[in-house]
Structure formats: C-alpha cells, structure tokens
C-alpha cells in the first residue's frame, strides 16, 4: 500500500460509518473535509483504484464524487496523472483580487451612466437565480453574469474583455471560497445594485470595494487557520 493509500484509508477509518444518503454524498464529504483541512495536501494523488479500496466500494461512486469535486476547485484533472488535489495559493487568489479591484471598480463606473432598467431586471434575475441554485460550478457562472451585467456598458472594448477575463480566472477561487464558506456576498450582490439603479456611484464603488476586500480577507483567514 502506498502512503497516500494508507492515508486516506486513515481518514475514511477517522470519519467512520457512513452518514450520507449515497456513496458519492460520503465519498465527495469525506475528501472535501481532508482537502480543506489540509490533511490532503495540494498535488496529492487521489487514484480511483486507491479510494475504492479505501472506501471499500467500487469505483464508480468514487468517480462521480472526484467529478462533484472538480466543479468545487478542489479537484483537478492532469493529463496522464488523472485526479490530484487542487494547488491554489494565497498569493494566487490576492494577486487576483488585485487585479481585479484595479478594473472593476473603473468598468463599473464608466458603465453606471448608460445602463438601463432591463439591465437592472437581468441583474435582478441572476440574482435570484443564485439564491436558488445548489450547484457551486454554477454559482460562480451566474456571479459573472452578474457582475458583467454591471459593466458591458462601460463602452471601452479591452477593459470588458479584461474585467470579464479575470473575472473567468476568479471563478476557480471563488468556487473554491463556496466549498470552504459556502458564502456568494448576495447581501452585497443586492447592494451594489439597488446603488446602481438609484445612479449613486459612490455607494456603488463603496460596496464594490468591501465585497472584494471581504472576500480578500476570508481568504487570507481560510490559509492562516491551514497555517499557510
């Protein structure tokens, strides 16, 4: 048995009896709880043939919860290695709220002035879209959505594309962020729009502001509970 066999055999013996409705609801909750808490570390193998002796099943519950973990970020799927957990660092993730708290704000505010009433309502829309919606790969869609709703109107063609490509490159740590706090900012989502439907710009970028900086900051806790 390899080390990572005898670890994870470790962590299915630690969690006990299955509590979950389906093999895939136990396997996908056991590995989520290793990988957040750190006890699988990002890079570590996780081999269909080594889980489903570990968890004592076949190989196909073990599949379909490595699929559910991907669409969270924590999973990724490498050419010729298959399944590893996902390696996304501190420094990554701020460097792209960085980015992104640079361009944001300057698209949201040359696009307030020409946005209209059914661009509110698509907003709107998206919004409870997400309230509504279970699936975290699909969470992090709408959240573009929404967000770029806000700024097609900005009228500058490269600074679209490039608000809407680092918020693209954002959605792997935001579904990343939903798995371990399982919180979209809707409070703030609403915010920032009912300050764009009354025209107020600086309420808008305020609440821009604190929706980035908050999501900087449970980052940054997330890594240093992990010591990292």
Excluded: W
Excluded at 42 to 71: D, V, Y
Excluded at 202 to 216: I, K, P, T
């Amino acid at each position: 048995m390899s080390a990572v066999a005898a670890d994870l055999a470790g962590l299915v013996r630690a969690v006990g009896a299955p509590r979950y409705r389906t093999a895939t609801e136990y396997v996908e909750a056991t590995l989520k709880a290793a990988i957040l808490s750190g006890a699988l570390a990002p890079g570590t193998p996780l081999r269909q043939e080594e889980l489903a002796s570990a968890f004592a099943m076949s190989r196909m519950p073990i599949r379909e919860a490595l699929r559910q973990l991907e669409a969270q970020a924590l999973v990724d799927f490498e050419p010729h290695k298959g399944a590893v957990v996902v390696q996304i660092t501190l420094l990554e993730s701020l460097d792209n709220y960085a980015i992104r708290s640079a361009l944001e704000p300057q698209a949201l505010k040359l696009s307030l002035p020409h946005l209209t009433e059914a661009d509110f309502e698509i907003a709107e829309d998206i919004l409870q879209e997400i309230d509504g919606e279970g699936d975290v790969g699909r969470m992090g869609e709408l959240n573009r959505r929404f967000h770029m709703t806000l700024y097609a109107q900005a009228g500058l063609p490269r600074l679209i594309a490039l608000t809407e490509q680092h918020l693209a490159a954002a959605d792997r740590y935001l579904r990343f962020h939903l798995a371990a706090a399982g919180d979209m900012g809707q409070d703030e989502h609403r915010r920032l729009l009912a300050a764009c439907r009354a025209r107020d710009e600086g309420e808008a970028l305020a609440v821009l502001a604190a929706h980035h900086h908050r999501a900087m900051e449970a980052t940054r806790a997330f890594f240093a509970a992990r010591g990292q």
